[in-house]
């Protein structure tokens, strides 16, 4: 199932004390959950695509996984970016059962998101993509 690489993922940056510190947890899929504090980081599994050799379906399967890292300021969402970018770029290993056999960082792209209310603060991001070959 395509979420346990999700959850593999997620688990590798929480045990990331560089990433943790600065989010202490606050890790979610799809959508930042209201309320919650900021750095945060929220995660969407963009596809999965099976490996396919002459025998038929290989275990091996690829994933497009997209990151947000959001803060109160750009320089802060830049930071928490390069933190999640130094625990998964180059990253191998078992995490929540899944063998990551490579996980690699493709793009950047940062973002102001303006608050509809006047005297609101918007805030920013860094979304991040990343490629993951894995096994389940």
């Known amino acids: 199932m395509a979420d346990e690489i999700e959850k593999a993922i997620r688990s590798v940056l929480?045990?990331?004390?560089?990433?943790?510190?600065?989010?202490?947890?606050?890790?979610?899929?799809?959508?930042r959950q209201q309320g919650q504090d900021f750095p945060a980081i929220v995660y969407t599994l963009?596809?999965?695509?099976?490996a396919h050799g002459l025998g038929g379906s290989l275990s091996l399967t690829r994933a497009n996984l997209?990151?947000?890292?959001?803060?109160?300021?750009?320089?802060?969402?830049?930071?928490?970016?390069?933190k999640v970018k130094n625990a998964l770029d180059n990253y191998s290993?078992?995490?929540?059962?899944?063998?990551?056999?490579?996980?690699?960082?493709d793009n950047d792209s940062g973002n102001v998101d303006i608050s509809?209310?006047?005297?609101?603060?918007?805030?920013?991001?860094?979304?991040?993509?990343?490629?993951?070959?894995?096994?389940?």
Do not use: F
Not at 15 to 31: C, E, H, K, Q
Not at 93 to 105: M, P, Q, W
Not at 121 to 134: E, P, Q, T
């Open 93 to 105: 290993g078992t995490s929540e059962s899944v063998a990551i056999k490579s996980c690699y960082h």
């Open 66 to 82: 997209a990151i947000e890292q959001w803060a109160e300021t750009y320089n802060e969402a830049k930071q928490l970016a390069e």
């Open 116 to 136: 509809p209310i006047g005297l609101d603060r918007g805030m920013s991001s860094i979304d991040s993509d990343y490629v993951i070959w894995y096994i389940s």
């Open 14 to 31: 929480v045990a990331d004390t560089d990433v943790n510190d600065l989010v202490s947890g606050r890790i979610y899929p799809y959508m």
């Open 46 to 50: 963009d596809s999965t695509e099976p």
